[in-house]
Nanobody, 125 residues
């Protein structure tokens, strides 16, 4: 059974950091692209970052480039999202997802039904 479970969210102040984890089961995580999607209240889903299967090439939305880093632990079947210099506009529910393709295609990744339950990130002073 395919399962994705996120953790690591929380309440932080502007400028602080969080690391989100996405633990996968039921499929080999390194074979497929894994993305992080976020959705803020009243806003559409946004594809934040993605790591492709096999070669591990990465994608970042312009809004997080230079602040967020995605990585993958193949042995642990886990993908991480290191988020530095968090800002209030980063406040959202964060989900990891896969569309079971090799490369990152954010339009399909954002709409994929294969995603976890989400973890909440709140950035507030």
């Amino acid at each position: 059974q395919v399962q994705l479970v996120e953790s690591g969210g929380g309440l932080v102040k502007p400028g602080e950091s969080l690391r989100l984890s996405c633990a996968a089961s039921g499929f080999p995580l390194d074979y497929y692209a894994i993305g992080w999607i976020r959705q803020a209240p009243g806003k559409e889903r946004e594809g934040v970052s993605c790591i492709s299967g096999r070669d591990g090439s990465t994608y970042y939305a312009d809004s997080v480039k230079g602040r967020f880093t995605i990585s993958r632990d193949n042995a642990g079947n886990t993908v991480y999202l290191q988020m530095n210099n968090l800002q209030p506009e980063d406040t959202a529910d964060y989900y990891c997802a896969t569309d079971f393709t090799l490369f990152c295609v954010m339009s399909t990744m954002t709409a994929s039904e294969y995603r976890g339950q989400g973890t909440q990130v709140t950035v507030s002073s």
